[in-house]
Protein backbone atom coordinates (compact mmCIF):
# COMPACT_ATOMS: atom_id res chain seq x y z
CA UNK A 1 0.00 0.00 0.00
CA UNK A 2 1.19 3.49 -0.73
CA UNK A 3 1.77 5.52 2.35
CA UNK A 4 1.64 8.81 0.37
CA UNK A 5 -2.19 8.07 0.31
CA UNK A 6 -2.62 6.47 3.83
CA UNK A 7 -1.27 9.39 5.91
CA UNK A 8 -4.00 11.58 4.39
CA UNK A 9 -7.00 9.14 5.09
CA UNK A 10 -5.61 8.30 9.02
CA UNK A 11 -5.73 11.98 9.19
CA UNK A 12 -9.26 12.70 8.16
CA UNK A 13 -10.51 9.35 10.17
CA UNK A 14 -8.92 11.13 13.58
CA UNK A 15 -10.87 14.16 13.02
CA UNK A 16 -13.70 12.49 12.49
CA UNK A 17 -13.79 10.44 15.77
CA UNK A 18 -12.23 14.03 17.51
CA UNK A 19 -14.65 16.79 16.16
CA UNK A 20 -17.41 16.51 18.24
CA UNK A 21 -15.30 16.61 21.39
CA UNK A 22 -13.73 19.43 19.89
CA UNK A 23 -16.44 21.56 19.10
CA UNK A 24 -18.20 20.89 22.37
CA UNK A 25 -15.47 22.10 24.34
CA UNK A 26 -15.14 24.98 22.23
CA UNK A 27 -18.80 26.15 22.19
CA UNK A 28 -20.22 28.50 24.36
CA UNK A 29 -21.79 25.95 27.34
CA UNK A 30 -23.53 28.80 29.43
CA UNK A 31 -23.61 32.64 27.76
CA UNK A 32 -25.88 33.85 30.52
CA UNK A 33 -23.78 32.91 33.23
CA UNK A 34 -20.62 34.04 31.93
CA UNK A 35 -22.19 37.73 31.14
CA UNK A 36 -23.90 37.78 34.53
CA UNK A 37 -21.30 36.47 36.67
CA UNK A 38 -19.28 39.56 36.98
CA UNK A 39 -22.78 41.81 37.79
CA UNK A 40 -22.68 39.32 40.66
CA UNK A 41 -18.88 39.06 41.87
CA UNK A 42 -19.03 43.05 41.89
CA UNK A 43 -18.28 44.46 44.94
CA UNK A 44 -21.06 46.95 46.46
CA UNK A 45 -19.45 50.82 46.26
CA UNK A 46 -18.03 51.59 49.29
CA UNK A 47 -19.41 54.73 50.97
CA UNK A 48 -17.14 56.85 52.63
CA UNK A 49 -17.40 58.27 55.98
CA UNK A 50 -18.58 62.36 56.24
CA UNK A 51 -15.68 64.73 57.89
CA UNK A 52 -16.22 64.68 61.50
CA UNK A 53 -17.04 67.44 63.38
CA UNK A 54 -14.68 69.70 65.63
CA UNK A 55 -15.60 70.11 68.73
CA UNK A 56 -16.28 74.16 69.80
CA UNK A 57 -14.94 75.38 73.53
CA UNK A 58 -17.63 76.14 76.04
CA UNK A 59 -20.60 73.97 74.03
CA UNK A 60 -21.04 70.10 75.23
CA UNK A 61 -18.16 70.51 77.51
CA UNK A 62 -16.73 71.60 80.63
CA UNK A 63 -15.07 75.05 80.42
CA UNK A 64 -11.54 75.86 82.90
CA UNK A 65 -13.21 77.85 86.23
CA UNK A 66 -16.87 77.23 85.34
CA UNK A 67 -19.24 76.73 87.85
CA UNK A 68 -22.37 77.58 85.90
CA UNK A 69 -24.49 74.16 83.76
CA UNK A 70 -23.41 73.67 80.84
CA UNK A 71 -25.47 75.17 77.83
CA UNK A 72 -28.56 73.25 76.96
CA UNK A 73 -29.51 71.86 73.44
CA UNK A 74 -32.47 70.13 73.98
CA UNK A 75 -36.08 71.08 75.46
CA UNK A 76 -36.16 69.15 78.66
CA UNK A 77 -32.75 70.84 79.59
CA UNK A 78 -33.60 74.48 78.25
CA UNK A 79 -36.60 74.06 80.83
CA UNK A 80 -34.41 72.67 83.89
CA UNK A 81 -32.16 75.22 83.40
CA UNK A 82 -34.63 77.85 83.60
CA UNK A 83 -36.14 76.19 87.12
CA UNK A 84 -32.57 76.29 87.92
CA UNK A 85 -31.97 79.82 87.40
CA UNK A 86 -35.18 81.48 87.61
CA UNK A 87 -36.99 79.18 90.74
CA UNK A 88 -33.66 77.15 92.45
CA UNK A 89 -31.45 79.41 93.24
CA UNK A 90 -34.04 82.64 94.22
CA UNK A 91 -35.65 80.48 96.34
CA UNK A 92 -32.29 78.57 98.00
CA UNK A 93 -30.96 82.51 98.05
CA UNK A 94 -33.80 83.96 99.94
CA UNK A 95 -34.15 81.20 102.45
CA UNK A 96 -30.72 81.18 103.26
CA UNK A 97 -30.14 84.51 103.92
CA UNK A 98 -33.30 84.59 105.96
CA UNK A 99 -31.64 82.04 107.95
CA UNK A 100 -29.02 83.57 108.86
CA UNK A 101 -30.53 86.85 109.63
CA UNK A 102 -32.25 85.13 112.17
CA UNK A 103 -29.37 83.94 114.07
CA UNK A 104 -27.11 86.95 113.62
CA UNK A 105 -30.50 88.92 115.16
CA UNK A 106 -30.66 86.29 118.09
CA UNK A 107 -27.22 86.56 118.48
CA UNK A 108 -27.12 90.10 118.85
CA UNK A 109 -30.55 90.45 120.77
CA UNK A 110 -30.75 87.62 122.92
CA UNK A 111 -27.32 87.52 124.19
CA UNK A 112 -26.78 87.62 127.51
CA UNK A 113 -25.40 91.22 128.16
CA UNK A 114 -28.70 92.48 126.29
CA UNK A 115 -30.93 89.55 128.02
CA UNK A 116 -30.38 89.08 131.66
CA UNK A 117 -33.90 87.70 132.08
CA UNK A 118 -34.81 84.93 129.11
CA UNK A 119 -38.19 85.12 128.36
CA UNK A 120 -40.80 82.44 129.28
CA UNK A 121 -43.17 81.98 126.31
CA UNK A 122 -43.65 78.52 125.10
CA UNK A 123 -45.84 78.83 121.99
CA UNK A 124 -46.88 81.75 119.95
CA UNK A 125 -49.85 80.04 117.86
CA UNK A 126 -49.30 82.75 114.78
CA UNK A 127 -45.62 82.33 114.40
CA UNK A 128 -46.57 78.48 114.60
CA UNK A 129 -48.91 78.83 112.01
CA UNK A 130 -46.41 80.94 109.25
CA UNK A 131 -43.79 78.35 110.24
CA UNK A 132 -45.94 75.52 109.19
CA UNK A 133 -47.80 76.88 105.96
CA UNK A 134 -44.60 78.58 104.22
CA UNK A 135 -42.78 75.76 103.88
CA UNK A 136 -45.16 73.82 102.58
CA UNK A 137 -46.14 76.42 99.91
CA UNK A 138 -42.85 76.65 99.15
CA UNK A 139 -42.49 72.97 98.43
CA UNK A 140 -45.80 73.29 96.41
CA UNK A 141 -44.37 75.57 93.76
CA UNK A 142 -41.09 73.56 93.81
CA UNK A 143 -43.12 70.35 92.69
CA UNK A 144 -45.29 71.92 90.74
CA UNK A 145 -42.42 72.32 87.19
CA UNK A 146 -40.19 69.33 88.66
CA UNK A 147 -43.04 67.14 88.50
CA UNK A 148 -43.87 68.71 85.10
CA UNK A 149 -40.01 67.99 83.69
CA UNK A 150 -39.51 64.17 85.36
CA UNK A 151 -42.42 63.41 83.23
CA UNK A 152 -40.83 64.64 80.40
CA UNK A 153 -37.44 62.99 80.81
CA UNK A 154 -39.26 59.97 80.26
CA UNK A 155 -42.20 60.44 78.23
CA UNK A 156 -42.23 57.67 75.43
CA UNK A 157 -41.10 58.78 71.90
CA UNK A 158 -42.44 58.01 68.67
CA UNK A 159 -42.08 55.76 66.15
CA UNK A 160 -39.42 57.52 64.18
CA UNK A 161 -37.11 57.97 66.76
CA UNK A 162 -33.77 56.61 65.90
CA UNK A 163 -32.96 53.89 68.75
CA UNK A 164 -29.61 53.05 69.96
CA UNK A 165 -28.48 50.87 72.60
CA UNK A 166 -25.48 51.43 74.88
CA UNK A 167 -23.64 48.67 76.50
CA UNK A 168 -21.16 49.60 79.49
CA UNK A 169 -18.08 47.60 79.91
CA UNK A 170 -15.12 47.63 82.21
CA UNK A 171 -14.02 50.29 81.02
CA UNK A 172 -15.40 51.27 77.61
CA UNK A 173 -18.52 51.54 76.19
CA UNK A 174 -19.99 49.66 73.10
CA UNK A 175 -23.21 50.88 70.58
CA UNK A 176 -25.43 49.38 68.71
CA UNK A 177 -28.38 50.83 66.33
CA UNK A 178 -31.10 47.76 65.98
CA UNK A 179 -33.17 50.29 63.62
CA UNK A 180 -30.54 50.72 61.12
CA UNK A 181 -28.81 47.34 60.21
CA UNK A 182 -27.45 46.70 63.96
CA UNK A 183 -24.01 47.78 63.35
CA UNK A 184 -21.76 47.92 66.17
CA UNK A 185 -19.52 50.68 67.50
CA UNK A 186 -16.95 50.47 70.30
CA UNK A 187 -15.89 53.78 71.89
CA UNK A 188 -12.49 54.14 74.16
CA UNK A 189 -11.14 57.33 75.58
CA UNK A 190 -8.08 59.07 73.47
CA UNK A 191 -4.89 59.57 74.78
CA UNK A 192 -3.99 62.66 75.87
CA UNK A 193 -1.27 63.05 72.73
CA UNK A 194 -4.12 61.62 70.41
CA UNK A 195 -7.28 64.20 71.79
CA UNK A 196 -4.50 67.25 71.80
CA UNK A 197 -3.93 66.40 67.92
CA UNK A 198 -7.49 66.40 67.20
CA UNK A 199 -8.14 68.90 69.25
CA UNK A 200 -10.43 67.69 71.59
CA UNK A 201 -11.25 68.12 75.44
CA UNK A 202 -8.50 65.78 77.18
CA UNK A 203 -10.61 62.80 79.05
CA UNK A 204 -13.13 62.71 77.08
CA UNK A 205 -12.48 62.53 73.55
CA UNK A 206 -12.88 59.20 72.01
CA UNK A 207 -11.62 57.10 68.77
CA UNK A 208 -15.45 56.43 67.74
CA UNK A 209 -18.59 58.95 68.36
CA UNK A 210 -22.04 57.80 67.91
CA UNK A 211 -23.85 60.09 65.25
CA UNK A 212 -27.27 61.19 66.03
CA UNK A 213 -29.54 63.76 63.64
CA UNK A 214 -30.37 66.85 64.82
CA UNK A 215 -34.13 67.28 65.50
CA UNK A 216 -34.61 63.70 66.17
CA UNK A 217 -35.75 62.07 68.74
CA UNK A 218 -33.50 59.71 69.72
CA UNK A 219 -34.18 56.30 72.52
CA UNK A 220 -31.04 55.20 74.74
CA UNK A 221 -31.56 52.04 75.54
CA UNK A 222 -28.79 51.59 78.73
CA UNK A 223 -27.51 47.98 79.95
CA UNK A 224 -24.14 46.76 81.07
CA UNK A 225 -21.97 43.77 80.87
CA UNK A 226 -20.19 43.67 84.21
CA UNK A 227 -21.22 46.19 86.83
CA UNK A 228 -23.57 49.23 86.73
CA UNK A 229 -22.44 51.96 84.78
CA UNK A 230 -24.01 55.70 84.08
CA UNK A 231 -24.83 57.09 80.26
CA UNK A 232 -24.61 60.56 81.08
CA UNK A 233 -24.53 63.79 78.89
CA UNK A 234 -24.71 67.09 80.95
CA UNK A 235 -25.96 69.07 77.72
CA UNK A 236 -29.02 66.97 76.96
CA UNK A 237 -29.59 66.59 80.66
CA UNK A 238 -29.51 63.07 80.36
CA UNK A 239 -28.14 60.49 82.60
CA UNK A 240 -29.44 57.23 83.13
CA UNK A 241 -28.20 53.72 84.92
CA UNK A 242 -26.60 50.96 83.31
CA UNK A 243 -27.51 47.76 84.60
CA UNK A 244 -26.01 44.03 84.53
CA UNK A 245 -29.39 41.93 83.69
CA UNK A 246 -31.99 44.61 82.54
CA UNK A 247 -32.54 47.51 79.87
CA UNK A 248 -33.18 50.96 81.07
CA UNK A 249 -34.65 53.36 78.66
CA UNK A 250 -33.88 57.53 78.32
CA UNK A 251 -34.48 59.83 75.46
CA UNK A 252 -33.28 63.13 73.69
CA UNK A 253 -33.75 65.32 71.07
CA UNK A 254 -30.78 67.48 70.42
CA UNK A 255 -31.62 70.95 68.20
CA UNK A 256 -28.23 72.12 68.01
CA UNK A 257 -25.10 70.33 65.41
CA UNK A 258 -21.98 69.89 67.68
CA UNK A 259 -20.18 67.61 69.74
CA UNK A 260 -21.31 66.51 73.04
CA UNK A 261 -19.08 65.08 75.80
CA UNK A 262 -20.15 63.22 78.92
CA UNK A 263 -18.68 60.71 81.69
CA UNK A 264 -20.08 57.63 83.20
CA UNK A 265 -21.58 58.92 86.13
CA UNK A 266 -21.96 55.45 88.18
CA UNK A 267 -18.49 54.15 90.43
CA UNK A 268 -17.74 51.47 88.44
CA UNK A 269 -14.24 50.38 89.35
CA UNK A 270 -10.28 51.56 88.74
CA UNK A 271 -11.37 53.19 85.64
CA UNK A 272 -14.21 54.61 86.23
CA UNK A 273 -12.59 58.58 85.30
CA UNK A 274 -11.65 57.00 81.83
CA UNK A 275 -15.42 56.14 80.70
CA UNK A 276 -15.72 58.91 78.28
CA UNK A 277 -19.20 59.47 75.96
CA UNK A 278 -19.02 61.59 72.83
CA UNK A 279 -21.97 62.29 70.55
CA UNK A 280 -21.78 63.78 67.25
CA UNK A 281 -25.16 65.39 66.11
CA UNK A 282 -25.11 66.30 62.64
CA UNK A 283 -27.84 67.11 59.80
CA UNK A 284 -30.10 64.15 58.62
CA UNK A 285 -28.58 63.47 55.34
CA UNK A 286 -24.93 63.70 56.82
CA UNK A 287 -26.36 60.73 58.92
CA UNK A 288 -27.75 58.72 55.89
CA UNK A 289 -24.12 59.07 54.91
CA UNK A 290 -22.38 57.77 58.31
CA UNK A 291 -24.75 55.15 58.71
CA UNK A 292 -23.96 53.46 54.94
CA UNK A 293 -20.36 53.95 55.63
CA UNK A 294 -20.56 51.64 58.54
CA UNK A 295 -22.42 49.07 56.50
CA UNK A 296 -26.25 50.20 57.81
CA UNK A 297 -29.27 51.01 56.06
CA UNK A 298 -31.69 53.73 56.80
CA UNK A 299 -35.45 52.67 57.27
CA UNK A 300 -37.54 52.09 55.10
CA UNK A 301 -34.90 52.21 52.46
CA UNK A 302 -34.56 48.78 50.16
CA UNK A 303 -31.13 47.03 49.82
CA UNK A 304 -29.47 46.77 47.33
CA UNK A 305 -29.70 43.90 45.10
CA UNK A 306 -27.23 41.30 45.11
CA UNK A 307 -27.83 39.65 42.17
CA UNK A 308 -29.51 41.39 38.72
CA UNK A 309 -32.32 39.02 37.02
CA UNK A 310 -31.27 38.71 33.46
CA UNK A 311 -33.09 36.96 30.52
CA UNK A 312 -32.20 33.74 28.71
CA UNK A 313 -33.48 31.37 26.42
CA UNK A 314 -34.00 27.40 27.15
CA UNK A 315 -31.44 25.58 24.62
CA UNK A 316 -34.13 22.95 25.10
CA UNK A 317 -37.27 24.76 24.62
CA UNK A 318 -36.78 28.06 23.02
CA UNK A 319 -38.53 29.81 25.45
CA UNK A 320 -37.15 33.18 27.69
CA UNK A 321 -37.04 32.27 31.01
CA UNK A 322 -35.39 34.34 34.25
CA UNK A 323 -32.07 33.69 35.18
CA UNK A 324 -30.41 34.72 38.50
CA UNK A 325 -27.00 35.63 37.74
CA UNK A 326 -25.92 33.41 41.09
CA UNK A 327 -27.27 30.24 40.46
CA UNK A 328 -26.32 30.69 36.91
CA UNK A 329 -22.76 29.51 36.53
CA UNK A 330 -23.75 26.56 38.97
CA UNK A 331 -25.02 24.56 36.15
CA UNK A 332 -21.91 24.99 34.43
CA UNK A 333 -19.85 24.23 37.34
CA UNK A 334 -21.17 21.39 37.75
CA UNK A 335 -20.63 19.89 33.89
CA UNK A 336 -17.01 20.97 34.73
Given at each position: ??V?????????????????A?A?????????????????????????????????????????K???I??????????????????LM?????I?????????????????????V?????????I?????????????????????????????????A????????????T????????????????????????????????????????????????????????????????????????????????????????????????????????????????????????????????????????E?????????T???????????????
Open positions: MNKFLTPALVAIGLLFTAPFQDTAPAAPVAEAAAPSAAAPAAKVDAPAPLMAEDGIGQPIPGYAQPQVTKNGEFALWMHNAIPIITISLFVLGLLLWVIVRYRRAANPPSKTSHNTLEVVWTLVPVLILVGIAIPSIGLLAAQYKPVGANVTIKAIGNQWYWYEYPDHGGFEIVSNMLSDEEAKKRGEPRLLAVDNRIVVPVNTPVRVLTTSNDVIHAWAMPAFWVKMDAVPGRINETSFTAERVGVYYGQCSELCGAKHAYMPIAVEVVPQAQFAQWVASKGGTMPGAKPAATAPVSATNPKTGAEAVDATNATAPAAAAQ
